[in-house]
């Protein structure tokens, strides 16, 4: 079983949208997924809603804390922190690494209907990006 955590500022968009995704695209027999930031921000709203637009409920998750145990046991480690001034954290060094270097769609401004598109745009992007993760691990 391989394990999966994906990192974020604050745990309530970008990753939550990738642990959502990765528990319903891959298989669980073969994948343990979490997700987790270096502070908590809660679960953001937009981030709930558009997910639910494409079938996925992630209203139960909630923004946590890296969790020390399970960030050193993961097989794969993947930050989602876009900007410069997010502080993504240090990897351990037995851990697999990728960088998905996503925009923030919590920064989004204009309208409601614009910031949801921005979070629309993230989603897509994460969802094609998890997608591929199952050819990553062949």
């Given at each position: 079983?391989?394990?999966?955590?994906?990192?974020?500022?604050?745990?309530?968009?970008?990753?939550?949208?990738?642990?959502?995704?990765?528990?319903?695209?891959?298989s669980?027999?073969?994948?343990?997924?979490?997700?987790?930031?270096?502070?908590?921000?809660?679960?953001?709203?937009?981030?709930?809603?558009?997910?639910?637009?494409?079938?996925v409920?992630?209203?139960?998750?909630?923004?946590?804390?890296?969790?020390?145990?399970?960030?050193?046991?993961?097989?794969?480690?993947?930050?989602?922190?876009?900007?410069?001034?997010?502080?993504?954290?240090?990897?351990?060094?037995?851990?697999?690494?990728?960088?998905?270097?996503l925009?923030?769609?919590?920064?989004?401004?204009?309208?409601?209907?614009?910031?949801?598109?921005?979070?629309?745009?993230?989603?897509?992007?994460?969802?094609?990006?998890?997608?591929?993760?199952?050819?990553?691990?062949?």
């Open positions: 079983m391989k394990k999966i955590y994906f990192l974020c500022t604050g745990n309530s968009c970008r990753s939550q949208m990738a642990e959502g995704y990765a528990r319903s695209i891959l669980p027999d073969n994948f343990e997924v979490e997700s987790a930031g270096v502070e908590t921000h809660g679960l953001n709203a937009n981030a709930v809603t558009v997910m639910a637009e494409d079938g409920d992630i209203s139960n998750h909630y923004s946590k804390l890296i969790d020390l145990d399970y960030f050193n046991a993961a097989d794969l480690i993947i930050t989602l922190c876009g900007d410069a001034k997010d502080k993504c954290p240090m990897l351990p060094p037995q851990s697999q690494s990728l960088h998905w270097p925009s923030d769609p919590a920064q989004a401004t204009g309208t409601v209907e614009e910031q949801l598109q921005e979070f629309r745009k993230v989603r897509d992007e994460i969802k094609k990006l998890i997608t591929g993760l199952n050819d990553y691990f062949h």
